[in-house]
């Protein structure tokens, strides 16, 4: 069964920081992940989907990469502003996704 | 452009009522999905469909229902409602199985 974890769980920036977020699955055979960010009392918001054949996917400020081979993907957020304070959750898989518990960021003005 | 649309935003039953959930989306999306969301166990999928009058089960399917009678609407019923089924139900819709996912505002649910 793919296990997701999510690094750190909480973490509190000033704004202008460049930050990284981290996402680790334990089943390596996905066909794609994506990042989402939820704000409190939303839905989901989607952010990125990275198939599997890709290394990294871009918009914006934000950047993920995916390896596959050992697990992990990131999210790179450039520039960090007060309106990206929100949790982010990643999800192997789109569809019948395993969800991380996210990492809540608080960017302080 | 409404997207995804849960209806109710709120609800709170008593143990042994039934209730219905109702998910609605406007983008012609084939695959639709159920989730709750509890603290400190994440997002777990309920149940899904890929397509008009199709269902499946999804991690936690006990307790509930479902119903894909027309593409656009995605049915969750609580045929006697629990305490253990407190949560915020998402639901969701995709193009394919490996296209983005689209989410609605969720469904706050009490049971006492």
């Known amino acids: 069964k793919q296990e997701v974890t999510q690094i750190p769980a909480a973490l509190s920036v000033p704004e202008g920081e460049n930050l990284v977020l981290n996402c680790s699955f334990t089943?390596?055979?996905?066909?794609?992940l994506q990042w989402f960010r939820q704000d409190p009392g939303k839905g989901l918001t989607s952010l990125l989907l990275?198939?599997?054949?890709?290394r990294e996917q871009t918009s914006g400020r934000l950047n993920a990469s995916l390896d596959k081979s050992s697990g992990r993907s990131t999210l790179y957020i450039a520039a960090s502003q007060p309106g990206d304070s929100a949790t982010y959750l990643c999800?192997?898989?789109?569809?019948?996704?395993?969800f991380g518990d996210g990492t809540t960021l608080t960017v302080k003005p | 452009n409404a997207g995804v649309t849960q209806t109710p935003k709120f609800r709170v039953l008593k143990t042994g009522q039934s209730m219905t959930l109702l998910c609605a989306q406007d983008?012609?999306?084939?695959?639709m999905y159920w989730y709750r969301q509890d603290p400190g166990m994440g997002l777990r999928l309920i149940h899904y469909?890929?397509?008009?009058?199709?269902?499946a089960k999804g991690e936690v399917p006990d307790g509930y229902n479902v119903s894909r009678l027309k593409k656009q609407n995605f049915l969750l019923g609580l045929e006697s409602a629990a305490p253990s089924q407190t949560s915020v139900y998402f639901c969701?819709?995709?193009?394919?199985?490996?296209?983005?996912?689209?989410f609605g505002d969720g469904t706050r649910l009490s049971i006492l």
């Open positions: 969701a819709s995709g193009d394919r199985g490996n296209q983005p996912q689209h």
């Open positions: 089943d390596s055979a996905i066909y794609n």
């Open positions: 990275i198939q599997s054949s890709q």
């Open positions: 999800a192997p898989n789109a569809g019948k996704s395993t």
């Open positions: 983008m012609n999306h084939e695959y």
């Open positions: 469909s890929v397509g008009e009058g199709t269902t």
